[in-house]
């Protein structure tokens, strides 16, 4: 039993050593002994002390409870980023972070990325292109969470530079994704459509910001609509998107890389709760797919229903000021 849970606990932390990285090495630096402790614990000549077992697991993003069940099968643990009192500016921040290494792991290491996901809105990578749009995401996110008047305006808004820069790096990290297949709810535009408008019937988006919102909305749109035509998002990124004929509930991410897999469910649009048990993640990729069955394919083909449904994604956008319309599809 002992030698077992042993056994285990190496397994676990030499998997998590990303793939470029010699184990004896990142080990001997990390714990802060020698080559030959290092071997020795490898070997199961001495087991890992609890404090170096706890570094570790800090370190390389695993859990310590996982190591100590015996019956794997039966539980799962769930990753869900738990943030202190803090200033707003700083709380964003640390979730953001936790929301890319959550959706993109680390990029530097890992030779290839696949995603597959179903869409009940906008994902935030996509809003990163558009500076107005990740400013209105940034908007909302203080609005409610800041203690603050409800008359704080968009126009109140300066996005830090370490905002930026992290909007920057995760640009280029979503470039690096070789392969995603989408299936997106037949709202996923209309979503964040609404939110705009509410946000300018209460007068706190003045005309002009309006109108540079609304050009980026297009502009999100016309990406999309790119994307779905050429199966392109780039010269490497592959994407594969699927309209669902019905209403997708909420939205939730598999990523593939390497070896390793993750499930993202999202409780809002940037704080999710991850699962890497590899049963429960078999079991989502295979929900997932399944929702292709009530979906079409409309990246290189159904170029009617393509045109047909992008067209309307602008009608709502150019008819935004009509209330009525937008109201009536609530």
Not at 135 to 157: A, T
Not at 206 to 234: C, H, P, R, W, Y
């Amino acid at each position: 039993m002992e030698n077992d849970l042993r056994n285990i606990i190496t397994s676990k932390i030499l998997s998590n050593i990303q793939p470029r990285v010699k184990p004896i090495d990142y080990l001997m630096e990390a714990l802060n002994i020698s080559r030959e402790s290092v071997y020795r614990r490898i070997r199961g000549d001495i087991s890992f002390t609890l404090e170096e077992i706890a570094k570790l697991s800090v370190e390389l993003e695993f859990s310590i409870d996982e190591l100590i069940i015996k019956d794997m099968h039966s539980r799962v643990f769930f990753d869900l980023q738990i943030t202190p009192e803090q200033d707003p500016v700083d709380m964003f921040e640390t979730i953001f972070k936790e929301y890319l290494q959550n959706v993109f792991i680390d990029i530097t290491f890992v030779k290839e990325i696949e995603s597959i996901m179903v869409l009940n809105r906008i994902p935030p990578e996509f809003i990163l292109f558009f500076n107005h749009l990740f400013k209105f995401y940034y908007y909302r996110w203080m609005h409610q969470n800041q203690e603050s008047s409800l008359k704080y305006h968009f126009s109140d808004v300066n996005i830090p530079e370490r905002l930026v820069a992290l909007q920057q790096k995760a640009i280029e990290c979503l470039k690096k994704v070789r392969s995603n297949t989408i299936i997106i709810d037949p709202n996923v535009f209309l979503n964040l459509i609404k939110e705009i408008q509410y946000y300018r019937k209460r007068r706190l988006i003045n005309e002009d910001e309006f109108e540079l919102l609304k050009n980026d909305l297009l502009s999100l749109v016309n990406m999309v609509e790119s994307i779905a035509q050429t199966g392109l998002f780039n010269s490497e990124s592959k994407y594969n998107i699927y309209l669902s004929s019905l209403s997708i509930e909420s939205s939730s991410r598999h990523v593939k890389y390497d070896d390793q897999t993750k499930s993202i469910f999202f409780t809002n649009s940037i704080d999710p709760v991850a699962i890497t048990n590899a049963n429960l993640c078999t079991i989502h990729k295979k929900w997932l797919n399944s929702m292709r069955k009530y979906a079409t394919l409309i990246t290189q083909s159904n170029e009617i229903l393509q045109v047909r449904y992008f067209n309307k994604q602008r009608s709502y956008i150019e008819d935004i000021t009509d209330t009525t319309l937008i109201d009536s599809l609530i």
